[in-house]
């Protein structure tokens, strides 16, 4: 399947977990995927398996990093035909324990990071009438326990998700997103060491297991692609079922 054959795709975080995973699947798939993470030398390690990929290490919160991602894609490539806005960071904590630089931190990333490079793609993307996709969470439909900031800024995309696809009525642009639960990767690592931790997910999640990069990946590739074509402003859980649940625990 070559959904992608010639297509530009930008994928940022794409040095690690669900970003490398999806810049594999869309590697697969034909396209010439430019991974965007700050780790040069992660990049290029995912990079070896990919085909046609060319490396940006840039940092998504920082303004000229990303100007610097569209014009090194488009001067390459001649245009960009999907943006997967991936990168993420999170800080745990309550109100009274995240102090200003980790609110900062998450905020800059997750949200500002999205905003800033989907605005600075956004010609590119009319041009070929592309798409864009977002990496949002089941936290951005709901809040979680000591997860504030985290919250916020997914909340923030989920809604951006909307609101974007609303806006680029008749441009030709789709926008959506995949809202994961658990996913093995770095970033969850702490989690995923805990037992006790991961015998409640498994407990909450239908499916019973967290989840792999590549389910992500899978299902934003589909958003991406024409399959998808009548698909915009949706924020898709990919949650093993997380969501189903009213919230009350297993009485069976």
Not at 42 to 53: C, G, N, Q, T
């Amino acid at each position: 399947m070559k959904r992608f054959e010639g297509k530009v795709v930008i994928v940022t975080g794409a040095s690690s977990g669900i970003g490398a995973a999806t810049a594999r699947r869309f590697g697969a798939e034909g396209a010439k995927v430019v991974l965007v993470a700050r780790s040069k030398d992660d990049l290029h390690a995912v990079a070896a398996d990919i085909p046609r990929s060319m490396c940006i290490a840039a940092d998504v919160s920082k303004p000229t990093d990303v100007r610097r991602i569209v014009a090194d894609a488009t001067g390459e490539h001649g245009a960009i035909d999907v943006l997967i806005n991936n990168a993420g960071t999170a800080v745990m904590g309550t109100l009274e324990e995240v102090d200003h630089d980790g609110w900062n931190k998450v905020i800059d990333t997750d949200l500002t990071g999205v905003y800033q490079l989907t605005k600075a793609a956004w010609p590119a993307l009319k041009q070929s009438r592309g798409n864009v996709v977002m990496t949002s969470s089941v936290s951005g439909l709901g809040g979680d326990w000591g997860m504030f900031a985290y919250n916020a800024a997914k909340g923030g995309v989920t809604n951006m998700t909307r609101a974007l696809a609303l806006d680029a009525r008749n441009s030709g642009v789709r926008v959506n997103a995949v809202n994961p639960s658990l996913t093995k990767t770095e970033l969850t690592q702490g989690m995923l060491d805990n037992d006790d931790l991961i015998a409640k997910f498994e407990e909450r999640i239908p499916l019973g297991r967290p989840a792999e990069p590549e389910d992500i990946a899978d299902v934003i590739a589909f958003l991406a692609s024409d399959d998808a074509r009548f698909v915009n402003g949706v924020n898709l859980p990919v949650d093993g079922g997380l969501s189903a649940s009213n919230g009350q625990p297993p009485q069976v």
